[in-house]
């Protein structure tokens, strides 16, 4: 990484959002390229917070382009992050990331049993524009008992999502987008969704 930021300007920087999604979980949305990370703390809340035994600050992500960085909080050293492996997060909690999708720079952080997210969240997603939801691997979002893919688009604040559709489908099922309105249950395709901010 060309440029090395100190850890003592991190601060909650992150756009934040849960997306529910019946049948497949809650799901901690971020966008930006910079979230800090740790646990519990009341007065100042990291951008990713894990209820275990991980230091108040444990360190920081950073996206540059498609890859991510890990800055440590205390030693102030910065290195690639290896999609699969576990990040140095200094306690029990184990978390891993991964990049599903050579389409999309968006990158998921998943937590080994029995720990989870704060906020009652299955995964986190470090959004970079685009997000794919589905059964298949490349997805960012697992959905095992649907067979519909869909896109989710950040453009700022607004979120929309697109239908994937199948070339048998009839033409209105194909592309469609549908706004994500904070707070309102929407159906696409075979899936229903509520996109909060967190």
């Known amino acids: 990484m060309s440029a090395q930021t100190s ?10 959002w849960r997306l529910w999604v019946d049948g497949c979980g809650g799901f901690l949305l971020l966008a930006g390229n ?12 990291p951008d990713l917070c894990v209820r275990a035994d991980w230091p108040r600050r444990s360190g920081t992500i950073i996206r540059q382009d498609a890859d991510y960085f890990w800055q ?13 492996n576990l990040l140095p997060t200094g306690g029990s909690a184990a978390m891993t990331l991964d990049c599903p999708s ?9 937590l080994r049993g029995p720990h ?15 997000l794919l939801m589905g059964p298949t691997p490349n997805c960012h979002i697992r959905t095992i008992e649907n067979s519909d893919q869909i896109v989710l ?17 009839p033409p209105e099922n194909l592309d469609s987008r549908q706004p994500l309105v904070p707070g309102e249950r929407i159906r696409i395709g075979s899936l229903a969704m509520t996109l909060e901010p967190a």
């Open 116 to 130: 989870r997210f704060d906020g009652h969240v299955d995964a986190a997603i470090l959004v970079d524009q685009v």
């Open 153 to 169: 688009v950040a453009r700022g604040r607004q979120w929309e999502a697109q239908l994937k559709g199948q070339q048998n489908d």
């Open 34 to 45: 910079r979230w800090t990370v740790g646990g519990f703390d009341q007065q100042s809340p």
């Open 72 to 84: 440590s909080w205390q030693q102030d050293d910065t290195s690639l992050i290896q999609p699969g």
């Open 7 to 16: 850890s003592n300007q991190d601060s909650p920087s992150a756009s934040r």
């Open 102 to 110: 050579p389409l999309s720079n968006s990158a998921t952080l998943s």
